[in-house]
């Protein structure tokens, strides 16, 4: 009968297979794979890691199953104890701002490139470039 079950789980289960869902199985497991990574790499141990989080060993154990789902608090909470980045996110690009003047017979007046496409901001008294 046991057999039976599982194969009627694993049918429907493969019916209803939802790539979201298998997306996130994939990314729990990266993530709690690093975070052993890490661990293995600083000569730590996951009860390391439950006294430096204030956690208990059994939970952080299930966390490195990779059935657990993080949150970004929890993720952030082990990279600051662990002083490096399980996920890496690359910084947003820094703009710099900018007006272009020329000098014609003693007045300033706005450049054609400054008229451009470029630096068009609706309502904006300085300009974007990017």
Partial sequence: M?????????????KNK???IDKLVEKNL???HKINEMLKDRGLKPADL????????????????????FTTKTITKI?????????????????VY???FVNQEDD???TTFEN????TAENSFDKKVS
Wanted: hydrophobic share 35%.
């Fill in 30 to 32: 990266a993530i709690a």
């Fill in 116 to 119: 451009s496409e470029v630096f």
């Fill in 2 to 14: 046991e057999n039976t079950r599982n194969n009627i789980i694993s049918d429907w289960l493969e």
């Fill in 79 to 95: 990279e600051t104890v662990l002083g490096d980045d399980i996920i890496h996110i690359e910084p947003l690009k820094e703009y």
């Fill in 98 to 100: 900018l007006k272009v």
């Fill in 108 to 110: 300033l007046e706005e």
């Fill in 18 to 20: 939802n790539p979201e």
């Fill in 50 to 69: 439950a006294r430096l989080l204030d956690k208990k060993p059994s939970e952080i154990s299930k966390w490195l199953t990779g059935t657990h789902t």
